[in-house]
């Protein structure tokens, strides 16, 4: 399948700090990496792909055109993602080198009329010398695609469809109904453990012809 992303600037990762860089104490723990579009681009941003290194949490703020009074445009800085957390543990290496993709239904709001995405990286951990996040890649609503597609599916990605939407679904209640029943079976036998010698294929001792076939 092709790549459909967009095309983007991709700026050099920018350290936000306070005290001399050239200390040991002074570790930046904050990141910024700016990207844009070329020749003023504007974009209605459909996911945002990247992968991790060493970043713990993640803060997107997006740069929108809006409309004001005099029919003129302003543009303006808004939070639509909020310290998602990419590493469990900030100390461990657990995320720290994962993909992940960001979808505009995660978002605090519709990434429309997009110029600018400001992506703030933060890892608050001493162990990691260096973060930031790699392979960045911007992707832009395609609504021909996204109306065939429906607004539920256009959410998932191609391993996490359904292979079949509509037949051999069971119900949900009769699936928990019988999870439940399973659990207590299992509670049974596990509190009331059964010391009867189990047999196999024998009578009395003896076995029957045509059973002895099968073995």
């Not at 459909?4 to 600037?9: L, V």
């Not at 700016?34 to 003023?40: A, G, M, Q, R």
Request: net charge neutral; aromatic share 8%.
């Amino acid at each position: 399948m092709a790549d459909d992303c967009i095309a983007c600037i991709i700026k050099t990762p920018v350290a936000l700090q306070s005290g001399d860089l050239k200390t040991d104490s002074a570790k930046p723990g904050v990141f910024v990496i700016e990207v844009t579009f070329p020749k003023e681009r504007i974009t209605n941003v459909r996911k945002i792909t990247f992968k991790n290194y060493y970043t713990a949490f993640l803060t997107i703020r997006l740069q929108q055109r809006v409309s004001a009074e005099s029919d003129k445009t302003l543009l303006k800085w808004k939070t639509c993602l909020r310290d998602m957390c990419l590493m469990p543990n900030p100390h461990t290496e657990n995320g720290s080198q994962d993909y992940f993709s960001i979808y505009r239904h995660q978002l605090l709001f519709e990434p429309n009329d997009v110029v600018t995405v400001r992506l703030i990286l933060r890892q608050p951990s001493p162990v990691w010398l260096n973060f930031t996040l790699e392979d960045i890649k911007v992707y832009e609503c395609n609504h021909n695609k996204d109306k065939e597609q429906g607004p539920w599916l256009s959410k998932l990605t191609p391993l996490e469809q359904p292979l079949n939407l509509s037949d051999g679904l069971p119900d949900l209640d009769m699936v928990a109904s019988s999870v439940q029943q399973m659990w207590v079976l299992t509670e049974m036998v596990q509190k009331n453990p059964t010391t009867a010698r189990v047999g196999r294929f024998d009578v009395d001792g003896s076995y029957d012809v045509n059973m002895l076939s099968y073995i």
